[in-house]
């Protein structure tokens, strides 16, 4: 026991000059003579409940009980008695007078009267959150009667308090004693201070103080009739006046009313006891109370009954009073969640209840189980959490996604589960926007990098997409040293079409980040490729991104033309691009196999693809070119003699065939400052072609496969003439072989095709045998072209 020279309670907010607690302001109900304030730790500030009982001297029987209560509350343990944390008793003199004053201070609770008023539960709602209740006091009272052989003496309304969480707890302990049944020469009181019970809560020979036949009385019989006082008391609204009126049960459920007139038997040896109230099926069944039980006993689930459990949660949590869920079920959620004893499905009912709280509450309540969440192992968990990033994700700070989220993020851009890489990227359209310039350029791209390279298509496309997304987070210098290489070099010449439509659209979202000279340098030449591409949809973006660029261009240069001065980069001409790009359809969720049914395309258009690069490419092919490298690598160096550029299967940094002279980082892109900027191979190819002149060849013999053009039309014009002259294409850098014709062919000069008739092939046919028996000798080749009886492609 402490004693402090001075101490005063009076009024709200003032208390204790050495306890560590403040005291607030009072409640307006208590047990007995006690006094119930609200009150905060003076350490860090949290919320505690503080009981004061005063007393004119030591000897004050009213102190003795509640001495009694401090010391049977400070060791009788159990999860629906309420919790002690402190008592001191402290003496005040005032003149002549003393005064002495007991302390206890518990977790921070309220008297069940009060919180019934506020919460204002009706019907079905109230009756399964009293049952709920009812259950909780039931187990305390059973767990003293039973197992501590212990009497409470005055279980009432008064007696309960409630936590913040809605649960139902039970103290007053000033009047809690042994039960000495087997003491038969005990003659005296059982319960010293039973005089602090009213004569309404006391059963007919507790009133008659007839201790010999409470003696003989099974331990429960006190408390039993006690809890039929509480059941009265709750379900009729008021506290209990007399002893007669317990036989009004007009607002007693039928399903509980049985085992009520049981708990109140005139005969002390034929009352219910406290345990076998528990196993009412009928009336402690309801969504409510069969919810919260299963919480409490989750670890002793097995997976099987946790997984249909949490995909019926959030279902069952609309119908439970919204009170209820959110201080109740919320904290035992997120608790299950954080220990590892819920499964994945539970964070999607956790996302749906924390839906229902203010923002300010969400981050205190939600947010800390959340980030604690993405240390998980789990791969089920790390999906969900990704999943649903979108619902938490505005509501974290900068420092704790850039410092706790992101680290365990980033793990699942190399993870081997190709969904998990998609998800995590995507993921980064959320969080990207709150990540430091030192994690965007030296982390996140670097991760970006490889993933578009990445063997799942769907995975390029996207992080075309994300790049095109964030490009406003980026600084300047990082911009210019990366999205043009991403988008060109990488996006355009993927061999799957929809990510080449990405970086068509990544480039008009971007377009105000370039300036004239790279929009006509290095995009256009590279985009114009594209309006020939085998996809419809991509030669569509193709003409609009051409028409957009050549709209800034031009802009530009009537500015310019103008004397005005602005920023080289114009609004954009395609109002679909203006935003956010939308993610491209997902391989990984298409209905049968995406990959197989790209391949399939792939395959099926690769003969047309050859015979186009037949009739178009300037050099000898061998073999029909693959759909990667007769379309996706035409670029500003298909002009030239060039080889093609790597695959995006490779690992190479966006900087490969861009720039010369700088070393290639695995790691990512061309992250070098760039100097000014030079004119690209094609458009060195395109101001040489325009300064070389233009010479007519001769005309070839009669068994040339070339068309022949008439000798005195070529010379009845001169070169200075020719209108094309000075923006001719270049010869060829290589000319086929001619063939030997048979004397039997046509002239060009009679065959009226022959001014659009196709070049003949430049690759040998291999020869065929004309017998498919062993013993058939092959015929011998026969040399020159042979003329086939088929509709020329012109037509």
Same mark, same amino acid.
């Given at each position: 026991?402490? +004693? ?22 009072? %409640?307006? !109900? ?16 949290? $919320? ?23 010391? =049977? &509350?400070?060791?009788?343990? *159990? ?55 009812? *259950? ?10 039973? @197992? ?51 004569? $309404? ?71 219910? +006891? ?10 402690? $069944? ?90 998980? +192992? @789990?791969?089920?968990? =790390? ?18 996604? @850039?410092?706790?989220? %992101? ?23 959320? &969080? ?15 991760? #970006? ?90 030669? !569509? ?13 031009? *802009? ?43 391949? #399939?395309?792939?395959?099926? !258009? ?113 070169? @200075? ?15 086929? =072989? ?35 028996? =062993? ?21």
């Amino acid at each position: 026991m402490f +004693n402090f020279l001075k101490g005063v309670v009076g009024g709200s907010g003032t208390g204790l000059k050495d306890l560590p607690y403040n005291v607030g302001d009072p %409640y307006p !109900s208590a047990w007995g003579s006690w006094i119930h304030y609200r009150g905060t730790s003076k350490d860090d500030g949290s $919320q505690v409940s503080i009981f004061a009982l005063c007393g004119n001297n030591a000897q004050d029987g009213h102190l003795a009980a509640g001495r009694n209560g401090v010391k =049977r &509350l400070r060791t009788v343990r *159990h999860p629906n008695i309420l919790s002690f944390l402190h008592s001191t008793e402290v003496e005040t003199h005032d003149g002549s007078t003393s005064k002495v004053t007991i302390y206890i201070v518990t977790e921070p609770v309220m008297p069940l009267s009060d919180k019934i008023k506020e919460l204002g539960l009706k019907a079905t709602q109230r009756d399964e959150y009293f049952a709920l209740g009812l *259950h909780q006091i039931t187990k305390a009272v059973s767990f003293l009667n039973n @197992d501590c052989k212990l009497v409470h003496g005055n279980v009432c309304l008064a007696s309960v308090v409630v936590t913040p969480t809605l649960d139902w707890k039970l103290h007053a302990f000033d009047v809690l004693s042994e039960f000495d049944g087997s003491n038969g020469s005990a003659s005296g009181p059982m319960l010293p201070f039973e005089w602090l019970v009213g004569t $309404q809560y006391k059963p007919m020979e507790m009133v008659k103080s007839d201790w010999v036949a409470i003696r003989k009385s099974p331990p429960w019989a006190i408390d039993s009739w006690g809890l039929g006082c509480l059941i009265y008391e709750l379900f009729s609204g008021s506290k209990l006046g007399k002893t007669e009126e317990l036989r009004n049960t007009v607002g007693i459920p039928k399903s509980l009313l049985p085992d009520y007139q049981r708990l109140l038997s005139s005969m002390p040896s034929r009352r219910l +006891n406290t345990s076998k109230l528990l196993e009412n099926g009928e009336y402690f $069944q309801n969504k409510l109370v069969d919810t919260i039980h299963f919480m409490d006993i989750l670890n002793l689930k097995d997976s099987v009954e946790k997984d249909t459990f949490f995909r019926k949660l959030p279902n069952v949590a609309e119908q439970l009073p919204r009170e209820i869920v959110l201080k109740k079920l919320l904290p035992l959620l997120a608790s299950s969640l954080e220990f590892g004893s819920a499964v994945a499905p539970a964070l999607t009912a956790l996302l749906k209840m924390g839906s229902w709280l203010s923002t300010e509450d969400f981050k205190v309540k939600v947010l800390p189980t959340i980030v604690k969440l993405f240390a998980s +192992n @789990d791969r089920a968990i =790390r999906v969900s959490l990704l999943q649903h990033v979108d619902q938490f994700g505005e509501s974290m700070s900068g420092q704790i996604v @850039d410092e706790q989220v %992101y680290p365990h993020v980033a793990t699942g851009f190399a993870d081997t589960s190709a969904f998990l890489r998609e998800l995590t990227l995507k993921s980064m359209l959320v &969080l990207a926007p709150k990540l430091s310039q030192r994690t965007l350029s030296g982390s996140l791209l670097k991760y #970006l990098s490889k993933l578009q390279v990445d063997e799942e298509p769907a995975i390029r496309t996207n992080t075309t997409i994300l790049l095109g997304n964030i490009a406003t987070y980026l600084n300047e210098g990082t911009r210019k040293r990366v999205l043009i290489n991403a988008f060109t070099v990488r996006a355009l010449r993927d061999t799957f079409p929809p990510a080449r439509g990405a970086g068509i659209v990544a480039l008009c979202a971007t377009s105000t980040t370039y300036d004239d000279t790279e929009i006509a340098t290095k995009i256009l030449p590279n985009v114009v490729v594209l309006t020939i591409d085998q996809d419809s949809e991509v030669r !569509s973006k193709a003409f609009q991104a051409v028409e957009q660029f050549l709209q800034i261009l031009k *802009h530009n240069y009537e500015k310019t033309n103008a004397g005005e001065t602005g920023a080289t980069g114009g609004a954009s001409a395609i109002p679909e691009t203006a935003g956010l790009i939308g993610w491209a359809m997902s391989s990984l969720t298409l209905k049968g196999k995406p990959l197989d049914q790209a391949s #399939l395309a792939s395959s099926s !258009s690769a003969p047309s693809l050859a015979a186009a690069a037949a009739s178009n490419a300037p050099s000898t092919v061998t073999e029909a070119p693959s759909v990667r490298a007769s379309h996706h690598t035409r670029s500003n160096s298909d002009f030239t003699d060039q080889p093609a550029p790597p695959s995006p299967s490779s690992t190479d940094g966006w900087e490969n065939g861009i720039t010369e002279g700088h070393d290639s980082d695995n790691d990512g892109w061309d992250l070098d400052p760039i100097d000014e900027p030079k004119p690209s191979p094609a458009l060195s190819n395109i101001q040489a072609a325009q300064k070389r002149p233009v010479s007519q060849p001769s005309r070839p013999a009669a068994t040339s496969s070339r068309p022949k053009i008439s000798t005195a039309k070529a010379a009845a014009k001169s070169e @200075d003439d020719d209108l094309w002259g000075s923006i001719a294409a270049p010869q060829p850098a290589t000319t086929s =072989r001619p063939l030997n014709l048979k004397k039997t062919v046509q002239s060009d000069d009679e065959d009226p095709w022959a001014a659009i008739a196709a070049p003949p092939p430049t690759t040998r046919a291999k020869p065929l045998s004309s017998g498919r028996g =062993r013993a058939v000798k092959p015929a011998a080749p026969k040399l020159g072209a042979q003329r086939i009886n088929r509709t020329s492609s012109g037509m």
